[in-house]
Each structure stands twice: as C-alpha cells, then as structure tokens.
C-alpha cells in the first residue's frame, strides 16, 4: 500500500540554486569546458559554464550537506558524518566512514582527501581503499580548525586555520608540525594560496586580509575591509594583479596588489554574503554564489577594470508565497516571494526560468541605480497575484497586490517586466485619505478578468473598485458607499463578465451585477463565520471559500446557493485550488496537511502531511502535477498526479485520521523497494459471482454464446461455402500422412507385438472428452466442472458435444440422464440461467425422439419441468411486475 497520498508522487523541486556552502569548479579535459558544482541542501547541481545549462542533479543524502569540494575525478560531499565521493555527479562511488562528528571541512590531496569533523578531528583518507591513512586530533579550547589549505609546491603539507587566530602548518606524511604562526587575534576564516609562491591570502573576522609570506612568517601586505568578516578570497590569473574579496553584506572588493588600493567594487553583488568565490584560471571571468539562491558570472571588461554581470542563474532568496500556473499547457508557474520579486520557473527545462524583476515605486529610478546602493524605492512583497493570457501581447497581464499598501501593480509576462501603471482609487490618494478618515489602506484581493479587460480590487475598508488593465483608469465600484461593511477578503467574476462575487469578514458573500447600475446586490448569503479567502473554478461556476473556523464552503454562483460544506482543517487554511475537471478540491492549512476533498461525493479521499506548513497551491490545467511552497523553503514542489498512468481507487476518509508524513521531492531516496511500494495497489472490493442463493444469476457471457444455438443448423447454411473445398492429391495407400497445416508423410515404422493386426475396443462407447467428464459425474454428483467446460466451448463445439451424447453418436443413455441432472443442478443452483434454458433446448431438440423412447429419459423430465416451471414462475412475476409499473408511469 503506498504511504501517504494515493493520488500525489513526490516528483521534484525547482527554484534551488546555491546556499551557503562555496561553489567549487572543476575543468573536465573531454568537455573543454569548466563545471560549476553548487549545493542545494540535500543534493547538489552540476552547470555548464559555457550557458549555465544544469547538467545534473547529484544524488539525495539523508541530510543537508555540510561540507563539498571536488576534483578532476569525484565530487566529494559530507552528510552528518558520512563523506561521499561522486562520479559524473550522480554515481556513488565510494563512502567513507569514521568521524565521530559531522564533517565540516574537506580538501582533495592527490590521491587522498582530507576532513575535518566539528570537533577538530583530521583524518587523511585513502581514496580508493576508502581507509584512513593517517589520523590527528586537536582541542577546540586551544586550536579549533576553521579552514584548511595545501600551500602550492609544499610537498606533503597543509596550512591549518583556527577560531582562536593561530596557523599551523603540518607535514601529513610524518605528522610533524612544521611550524606555528603567532596569529593576528581574530579567528580565520577563509585561507587562498596566492599567485606568488610562498604566499597566502588569510581572511580574518575582523575583516581584514592579510597577505603573509609563509616561509619567512612575515606580513606582506595588509587590507581593511569595511563590511566585517571576510566569507572569500580568490585571485585573477590573466595578468591582473588583482584580489578579490568577498563580505557578509554581499559587496565584493577587488584589490590592486601592486598600487595596494582599492581597484574597484560590486556593491550589492548579492543579497546576503558571497560564500563562494573563484576567479577562472587564466580568464578575465570571476563567479560568485551566496545563499541568496543566485550564481553569477562577472566579466572583467569595463573601462575602469571593474566587473559587469555576464550570466545569472537565480531563484527565490526568500521563500515563496504564493503561486500559480500561467498558460493552458501548465509548462510555467508563477511565483511571488518576500523578496518582492516576481519569477517564472518552467517544469520542463531550467534554462526557461526568467526574472519580472523587484517590484519598484519608480521602476525607472530603481533601474538607474542599479545594485550600488540599497533601494529604498522597492515595494512591499506581494500577497496575491492574478494572470491572463488573453491580453497577453496587447498590454500587462498581470496585476498583483502588495502588503499592507492599497496600490496594485501591473506586470506584463511577454515583456518580462513590471508595467507602468500603479492602480490606486482617488479616495485612497495621500492627500485624501486622513479627509476621509481612512487609516492603514491595503488592498486585500483582486481579480483579472477573463477577456484581460479589467481588474477588481478589494479593500480592507470594504471598497470594491474596477479599474482598466490597459489604461489603469478607474471604472467603477460595487455598493454604496462600499460593498462590505468591512474588509473584503474575496472577489471574483464569472467567464462572461455578467456576475461578480464579493465576500468579507462581515460573513457576507454578495452577486452583483458586473456592470453595477444599482447600489444594493442581487443577492447575500450569510455564512457562519467570517471569509479569509475566495478560489474560483471559471469553467464551472464554483467558488471555493474559507472560513476562519478553518470549514470550506463551496458556492455555486449560477444558482447562488452553497452547494458543499467540508470540514476536518484543524488550523488556518492557507490556499486551495480547483482540479481542471472541478472534481477535486486540494486545501492546505496551517496544520500541516494537504487535503483532496472529493466534490460530488462530498467526502475527503486523500491526505498528507508535509514536514512544514504548505503557504500555496496550485493543480496544472492539464492535471498533470500540483505545485506547493512551503515554510522556510526556497524551492518549489512539484508533486505527480497518479490517477492519470495508473488505476487508483479512492474510497472515503475520515478528516479525523492522522495523516501520514511524506518527504518533500528533494529529500526522498530513489531505492528500488520504495517505487515498488508505490506501485503495490490496496485490494479492491470484488462483487461474489453470486450475490444470494435465492436470487436468479445470469452467466454474464456473451448473447453470441448462448443465443443462436437453435438456429445454429440455418446459420452453418446461410455460411456454407459456394464451391466445396478441394482435396489434396492422393497419396499412395501405404504412405499414412501426418495432422499438420503441411502435407507431409508419416514415415515411422508401426509398432507390431506379433499378435492380431484387428484392433477390438473393450467398449462399443466411442465417449469425447466432455462425454468422458460428464460420466464420471455419476459418482460424484459434482457438476462445477462440467458447467465450466460448457462455458469455455464455442457455440459449434456445444451443438457437436451435445449430439454426441446419443448412443448413435459414440454415446449412451446413461450419460444423456447426466447432463439432464446437469441441468437441474444449473436450474436448481440459480445461477446460469439463460445457458441451462439454452443447453435444455438444444437437448430436445437433438434428441427428442430417443428421450421419447427411453422411459428413464421420459420419468427424469418431470424433474427438469418443477424446476423449470418454480424458477421461470418467478422471474416471470418479477417482470411482469415490471413492465406494468413502467406502463402506468408513461400514461401519467
């Protein structure tokens, strides 16, 4: 039995890109071409440098990862305390395990690798044994590791950073401590091996960078950054003398080594801090990634020296919250997040994924200032959005509402961009609102219409207002002087533009007419508790509404009733949406749940339960897959539909059950026994064959089976062939042939004993096999077998088998006396009764001249005409019964 959901497979997750761990890159001989790897939790990506292209998807660990680097053959990854090497990124090839606490540091060494657990423990791995070489252990208290490094043309040796500001360089082939540096009373943060020999570039927490000679322990230059703790360091190799450095902040500084100044700056390069730095070897091309979920590639080709952006891969940097699919073949979701920006992500490819970009009071200014600064012109994330695509090309087709702010925002999808109109009513202009005594304005809702025209727009003060999506001018409002007598929580239209829907926290859900000529609606309906939100179905004409009591209420706005009410949420719901059939309802709540109720049974039919709460939702047009967004989660899930590749029978549950937990896509292990447990289907309920004994059963065979057997003798006639078929040549008559499709001689000698060539049966009774079976029945009384055997002949071989039952046919009259007990069984027994009234007929009508003569055939016949006569008096009553019935009601 699958665990969890019957209807939803874990699919996948899309939007992850980097997080805190440093991007590492690797140059592949065959390809030409560099990889990029970076770490998405519990798995991580492999890109192409050439078009940032994802290669791969590393394989899922049981945990986050916690420490990654690679080389020219494996991509190594720490779990817990597991280290993993990878080939071609997907292929386990070795594991290794010792550590008593979980890994934090890993570096490739030749034909070894090296780790560092949490609790300074250093152990130096063969790497194709997959045994420990050597072994050291260090104190927290005193020298706790915090970065490691292989100074260049250092045989044998590795450079040991600590939290308490100490080096220590090491010899690995003996274990010998080379030599301790003084420190400079910082912890160490990040080590790389600069271009001169027997230099190192040391980031401190203080933010400084210290250059240091290490054969002479001194100090060769020295760097203050002023944004605090240093996460990277890297160095150009195509000429430059230049360093650059990387901040908490996201600002990444480059240093001219030789005039020892600041050479240029990336502010805001990132959103939270570039963990991950590489300048390629010998190109004028630095990449850099952080745990805002982006991966950048800079170019060095600005007048000034400084860097441009060359390629971008990016998702979400904070979770999303809310989403939906955009367009009819369900290949494109749409998603907002606190980030306030807007992103499309494709379910096919990620090179399809594309920026709308950060919503901006100014957009222009915002674009002017680019990423030198802080904006302060970036607008509140949005809480709700709605699209189209009839207007697509012809204006914004998406309009979108912020937090805590009564404007509403237009996006144009062709485009890629946020559109120029900003809709806001006159009476909630700056200027108005403290005249009016509006206080705290937010837009609540909105919906697009259908033809991409309009846009309605709710407020918290109970305004409904209408505005032109192409023009963005205000074209009316619903009520007087409001709709809701407080805030509206739900609006929308239906596909013709004739009736339009508000609900509020007032508990009230109003029609009006779309074009309103009239100030009080057409109708209310009062709800029990107040309304958080309104899902439509368009095709329909439903809408599903959620109250704050956590029940779901579905509303059929043609008759304007509520037609279905579920209840079994035990926390805040949180989004729903409609299958693109209207026949399933998928609600997820603040519970933890994902609930598909089923709409015209009115019952729930499938749950689960995710690690954290699922903030939206939303089914494909096609059905193919449902999307969630989850607490604290980057990415989006993608979740398969079942019902459509295979059989799934869904039976009624009980809202109270405790759903089971389900891993998200990203977390799950692709083992055998898993998919097999998904494939296992729980038994379906199998009707008996024979409902009740006093019931009369029909075989359920084919009429063709069954009914021309009396009319067989015209049938065989009207099918006889015009010319008879020819005879093969003769043979000689001392050539026997052999039954087979081809003419051929049987040239075997015969098996003589030396006695008498006349060959005398010990019987005249020349039985078939369906004789032989019949007559074995004289003993047992047991007749299953023989009614099977009936079952499986063709309507030619019954007639034959039949006839054959009289003694000029090879039979006897003993065996005709058992298929007449044959038939009663079939009668008596109330099951196959249109074949026993069959095989009766053809019976008689064979041998009606040999029952006649035989007084034992003639004496049994009584037996066979009382069953008959109780089972068809019977039937018959029942179906007179039923016709009369029927005729009364046509004259009614």
Not at 419 to 426: A, F, I, N, Q, S
Not at 647 to 655: D, E, G, Q
Request: charged share 20%; proline share 4%; glycine share 6%.
């Amino acid at each position: 039995m699958p665990k969890g959901s019957k209807i939803f497979l874990p699919c996948r997750s899309l939007g992850y890109v980097s997080n805190h761990l440093p991007l590492q890159v690797r140059y592949i001989k065959s390809r030409k071409e560099n990889l990029i790897v970076t770490c998405v939790g519990k798995s991580f990506h492999t890109y192409g440098i050439s078009h940032f292209g994802l290669l791969s998807v590393g394989g899922l660990h049981p945990e986050d990862i916690t420490a990654m680097t690679a080389d020219a053959f494996h991509v190594y990854t720490a779990c817990g305390n597991e280290i993993y090497a990878w080939r071609r990124g997907t292929e386990l090839k070795h594991v290794y395990r010792s550590h008593r606490k979980p890994v934090h540091l890993l570096l490739p060494f030749g034909a070894h690798l090296i780790s560092v657990d949490e609790s300074s423990g250093v152990r130096i791995w063969d790497i194709k044994e997959e045994t420990v070489f050597l072994e050291l252990t260090f104190s927290n208290k005193t020298f706790q590791i915090t970065t490691i490094m292989h100074p260049s043309t250092y045989i044998n040796k590795i450079l040991l950073g600590s939290e308490q500001g100490e080096m220590q360089l090491w010899n690995i082939n003996n274990l010998k401590l080379i030599y301790s540096f003084k420190g400079w009373k910082s912890a160490i943060t990040c080590l790389e091996q600069a271009p001169a020999i027997d230099v190192a570039a040391i980031g401190l927490a203080n933010g400084k960078i210290i250059l240091h000679n290490l054969k002479f322990d001194e100090t060769v230059m020295e760097f203050m950054q002023d944004w605090g703790l240093v996460t990277s360091i890297s160095f150009r190799t195509d000429g430059s003398p230049i360093m650059a450095t990387g901040s908490v902040v996201g600002h990444v500084v480059f240093w001219d080594l030789e005039e020892r100044r600041v050479a240029s700056q990336l502010l805001s390069a990132h959103n939270g801090g570039v963990t991950g730095m590489v300048c390629l070897p010998n190109e004028p091309l630095i990449l850099t990634s952080s745990p805002d979920n982006t991966l950048k590639l800079w170019i060095f080709d600005m007048a000034d020296g400084g860097a441009r952006l060359l390629r971008l891969r990016e998702g979400h940097s904070a979770p999303p919250s809310y989403i939906r699919f955009h367009g009819a073949n369900g290949h494109n979701i749409l998603s907002s997040a606190g980030d306030s920006t807007l992103r499309i992500f494709n379910t096919q490819t990620e090179q399809f994924n594309k920026s709308l970009g950060k919503a901006s009071y100014n957009r222009k200014v915002s674009k002017k200032r680019g990423r030198s600064v802080e904006d302060p012109l970036v607008m509140p994330p949005m809480t709700q959005f709605t699209s189209e695509t009839t207007r697509e090309k012809e204006w914004d087709n998406i309009a979108a509402v912020h937090l805590g702010i009564p404007m509403v925002t237009t996006w144009s999808y062709d485009k890629l961009k946020m559109g120029e109109l900003k809709l806001l009513p006159e009476r909630f202009q700056k200027k108005k609102i403290n005249v009016n005594g509006f206080q705290d304005v937010a837009a609540t809702c909105l919906h697009l219409t259908h033809c991409g025209n309009f846009v309605l727009v709710g407020y918290n003060t109970g305004h409904v207002d209408r505005f032109n999506m192409q023009s963005g001018l205000w074209r009316d409002s619903y009520g007087s002087p409001k709709a809701h007598d407080s805030s509206v929580r739900g609006v929308i239209t239906d596909s013709l533009n004739q009736l339009t829907t508000t609900g509020g926290s007032d508990c009230r859900i109003k029609f009006w007419r779309f074009k309103n000529k009239g100030d009080s609606p057409l109708s209310v309906i009062t709800l029990e508790e107040p309304i958080s939100f309104f899902r439509s179905h368009q095709e329909s004409c439903m809408v599903a509404a959620a109250l704050e009591d956590f029940d779901i209420y579905v509303i059929d706005i043609e008759t304007r009733r509520v037609v279905r009410k579920f209840v079994g949420h035990t926390g805040q719901i949180t989004d729903m949406t409609f299958s693109p059939d209207s026949r399933w309802l998928i609600s997820a709540s603040m519970d933890c749940t994902i609930r598909t109720w089923d709409i015209p049974s009115c019952q729930l039919v499938d749950q689960f339960a995710t690690e954290v709460a699922c903030v939206s939702l939303n089914m494909s047009p096609t059905g193919e897959a449902l999307a969630t967004a989850h607490v604290d989660y980057l990415g989006i899930f993608l979740w398969t539909n079942r019902t459509l590749y295979s059989k799934i029978t869904l039976k009624a549950l009980n809202p109270s059950d405790e759903p089971q937990l389900v891993a998200f896509p990203e977390c799950l292990k692709e083992s055998q026994e898993e998919i097999e447990d998904v494939k296992e289907e729980p038994d379906e309920f199998l009707s008996p064959e024979q409902i009740s004994h006093n019931l009369i059963t029909l075989s359920g065979l084919a009429t063709s089976r069954w009914q021309n057997l009396l009319n067989l003798d015209v049938i065989k006639k009207r099918n006889k062939p015009k010319s008879p078929p020819k005879a093969p040549k003769a043979a000689p008559f001392f050539l026997p042939t052999v039954a087979s499709l081809n003419f051929q001689f049987d040239l075997k000698q015969p098996e003589t004993d030396g006695s008498s060539k006349l060959l005398i049966p010990a019987t005249l009774l020349n039985l078939t096999d369906f004789g032989k079976m019949l007559d074995r029945t004289g003993e047992s009384g047991d007749f299953s077998d023989v009614i099977l055997k009936l079952k499986s002949f063709s309507p030619s071989m019954i007639d034959f088998e039949v006839k054959s039952l009289a003694p000029e046919g090879g039979g006897s009259v003993e065996v005709m006396l058992q298929f007449l007990k044959c038939i009663e069984f079939m009668l008596k027994s109330n099951r196959d009764f249109e074949l026993a009234e069959a095989y009766l007929g053809v019976f008689l009508k064979s041998h009606g001249a040999v029952v006649a003569s035989e007084e034992v055939l003639r004496n049994y016949l009584t037996n066979i005409q009382s069953c008959h006569s109780v089972v068809w008096n019977r039937l018959q009553d029942k179906l007179l019964y039923s016709i009369c019935v029927l005729q009364n009601l046509k004259l009614m």
